[in-house]
Antibody
Framework: EEQLVESGGGLVQPGRSLRLSCAAS????????MHWVRQPPGKGLEWVSG????????VYAPSVKGRFTISRDNAKKSLYLQMNSLRPEDTALYYC???????????????WGQGTLVAVSS | EIVLTQSPATLSLSPGERATLSCRAS??????LAWYQQKPGQAPRLLIY???NRATGIPARFSGSGSGTDFTLTISSLEPEDFAVYYC??????????FGQGTKVEIK
């Protein structure tokens, strides 16, 4: 059974950093592109970042480019999101999601974790 | 940047009725559109990809259509578990995988 479990969320002050992790199981993690998607409380979905299977290609939403870095460790079956210079508007539930297609960044996302909550406030 | 506009914002229907949800793209995205369902406290679930293909395990009452800029998700006969928020997502153009703002299907 496929499973994605996010961790690392919490309350952080504006300007500080946080690193999110996503542990995968139940599928061949190294075969698939992976993504981060966020959802502010009571609002809609926003794609944040994606990485292809071998980390050759990493893409970011304009709202986080230059502040966030996506990475993965296929040996550990894990996805990461390093978030720097956090702002109040980054407050959201952050989901890890698996790409439907093998290998490349393509979308859509056929499996999601349950999310980890990030709150940015002084 | 491609903008997806979903309508209506809220759809009030009774179980057994037909639901028709719209998603319009600000420019052509071919068939690279997906639909998701999200229930309160749950992660989104993929329903439809490439405009009209049902994802694994999705009931036949869910169908998608459209291409270019205009897309439709149809639920042929609403079941109690179908009342939720539905999002469309484009996967065909950069930057990124834009989502629509969502349509809430609520019980009338």
């Amino acid at each position: 059974e496929e499973q994605l479990v996010e961790s690392g969320g919490g309350l952080v002050q504006p300007g500080r950093s946080l690193r999110l992790s996503c542990a995968a199981s139940g599928f061949t993690f190294s075969d698939y592109a992976m993504h981060w998607v966020r959802q502010p409380p009571g609002k809609g979905l926003e794609w944040v970042s994606g990485i292809n299977w071998n980390s050759d290609k990493r893409v970011y939403a304009p709202s986080v480019k230059g502040r966030f870095t996506i990475s993965r460790d296929n040996a550990k079956k894990s996805l990461y999101l390093q978030m720097n210079s956090l702002r109040p508007e980054d407050t959201a539930l952050y989901y890890c999601a698996k790409d439907l297609e093998l290998g490349a960044l393509a979308g859509p996302f056929d499996f999601w974790g349950q999310g980890t909550l990030v709150a940015v406030s002084s | 940047e491609i903008v997806l506009t979903q309508s209506p914002a809220t759809l009030s229907l009774s179980p057994g009725e037909r639901a028709t949800l719209s998603c319009r793209a600000s420019q052509s995205i071919g068939i690279f559109l997906a639909w998701y369902q999200q229930k309160p406290g749950q992660a989104p679930r993929l329903l439809i990809y490439d405009a009209s293909n049902r994802a694994t395990g999705i009931p036949a009452r869910f169908s998608g259509s459209g291409s270019g800029t205009d897309f439709t998700l149809t639920i042929s006969s609403l079941e109690p578990e179908d009342f939720a928020v539905y999002y469309c997502q484009q996967c065909g153009n950069w930057p990124g995988y834009t989502f629509g703002q969502g349509t809430k299907v609520e019980i009338k």
